[in-house]
């Protein structure tokens, strides 16, 4: 059975710096690009960066670039997002997803992980 | 980046409705769309991809269309509204990065 589960969220000052991760299971981990998107509270869906198999390719939304970071640990089976310089405005649920192809769907989504910026 | 326009941002429908939510795209994105639903408090959950192919396990009266000569135009129709439809439904474009979504789409009990 696949399973995405994120954690490493909490709450945050402005400023700060926070990790997160998305431990996977049930499929062969280095053979997927994977995704993060993010929602924040009570509003739509935001791509935020991903990363191809091999950890070789990542892309950023222009939001985050500069401050965000993607990356996987194929012999954990695990994604990352390392965080700085965080704000307000990156309050949100994050979300991991497995994705096949560079333009394929999202077919597994973990259960997300509540990141709060805030003093 | 691709600006992905969905409509209605939200609706009423009984059960047994036949809902269609629309996705218009600003540029051509081919048939690299896909629809998720998501319910309160949880992930989305792949209905659709690559414009009009079911995911595996999601019901048949769920069904997405478009893209034809534009690129740009799409639908996704529930045939047959259930209680377990209601919902939130979101469009993704997958041609590009940013792989931007729609704004959402609540499908509400009239």
């Known amino acids: 059975e696949v399973q995405l589960v994120e954690s490493g969220g909490g709450l945050v000052q402005p400023g700060g710096s926070l990790r997160l991760s998305c431990a996977a299971s049930g499929f062969t981990f280095s053979s997927y690009w994977m995704h993060w998107v993010r929602q924040a509270p009570g509003k739509g869906l935001v791509w935020v960066s991903r990363?191809?198999?091999?950890?070789?390719?990542?892309s950023y939304a222009d939001s985050v670039k500069g401050r965000f970071t993607i990356s996987r640990d194929n012999a954990k089976n695990t994604l990352y997002l390392q965080m700085n310089s965080l704000r307000a405005e990156d309050t949100a649920v994050y979300y991991c997803a497995r994705v096949r192809y560079s333009s394929s769907p999202g077919d597994y989504w973990g259960q997300g992980t509540l990141v709060t910026v805030s003093s | 980046d691709i600006q992905m326009t969905q409509s209605p941002s939200s609706l009423s429908a009984s059960v047994g409705d036949r809902v269609t939510i629309t996705c218009r795209a600003s540029?051509?994105?081919?048939?690299?769309l896909n629809w998720y639903q998501q319910k309160p408090g949880k992930a989305p959950k792949l209905l659709s991809y690559?414009?009009?192919?079911?995911?595996s396990g999601v019901p048949s009266r769920f069904s997405g269309s478009g893209s034809g000569t534009s690129g740009t135009d799409f639908t996704l129709t529930i045939s047959s509204l259930q209680p377990e439809d209601f919902a939130t439904y979101f469009c993704q474009q997958s041609y590009s990065t940013p792989q931007t979504f729609g704004q959402g789409t609540k499908v509400e009990i009239k």
């Open positions: 990363i191809n198999g091999a950890g070789t390719s990542t």
């Open positions: 540029q051509s994105i081919s048939s690299d």
């Open positions: 690559a414009a009009s192919s079911l995911q």
